[in-house]
């Protein structure tokens, strides 16, 4: 006897369809919080990615003087690398703050289903409203490297613009 595990339903569909089991609304709440949770880790990958890539050409233009360019490419390349390393860490702050708050959106109706119905308890981590606050202040302090590093970033670009003058100077 062949013994095949059948496929899962898909849980958009069902919902499309109208009319979803408090079960079938839980499976679809945490896809999409699953869903937006890539998509943060995919752009937070993509925003320390750049950010390396360009800490690592910044510190070989500053180190990289000869002199056949002289001091001039110590002047022009820092500092172009400084402000597309600025504007990718502007340009990803958006982008992070919107999947956070999808995130936040699915979470409250999970939550409100959560309290609609109360046999569904057993599948929560914080099945009483103490819990729930307490969990969701561990989210905020787990999001903080999230929500910090392009201001972090920004900030960091900021000064390693000035450097290249301030030696120059100097």
Do not use: C
């Not at 069902?14 to 999409?32: C, K, M, W």
């Not at 990289?64 to 172009?80: E, F, N, Q």
């Not at 703050?97 to 936040?104: D, E, F, K, Q, W």
């Amino acid at each position: 006897m062949d013994d095949t595990a059948s496929p899962s339903p898909d849980t958009s569909q069902i919902v499309a369809q109208g009319h979803p089991t408090d079960n079938e609304l839980l499976a679809f709440y945490r896809s999409e919080i699953r869903f937006e949770t890539e998509v943060v880790n995919g752009r937070l990958q993509a925003l320390l990615g750049s950010q390396a890539f360009l800490v690592i050409a910044y510190a070989t233009a500053m180190t990289g003087s000869t002199k056949r360019w002289g001091d001039s490419m110590v002047l022009l390349l820092p500092p172009l690398f400084s402000l597309l390393g600025f504007v990718l860490a502007l340009m990803a702050l958006p982008g992070i703050r919107a999947a956070y708050a999808a995130i936040g959106k699915w979470e409250g109706k999970q939550r409100h289903l959560h309290t609609r119905s109360p046999g569904l308890t057993d599948f929560t981590l914080a099945p009483n409203e103490d819990e729930t606050r307490d969990m969701m202040r561990r989210a905020q302090r787990g999001a903080l490297f999230a929500h910090q590093a392009p201001f972090i970033f920004m900030i960091a670009w900021a000064i390693f613009g000035f450097i290249p003058f301030y030696l120059y100077l100097k």
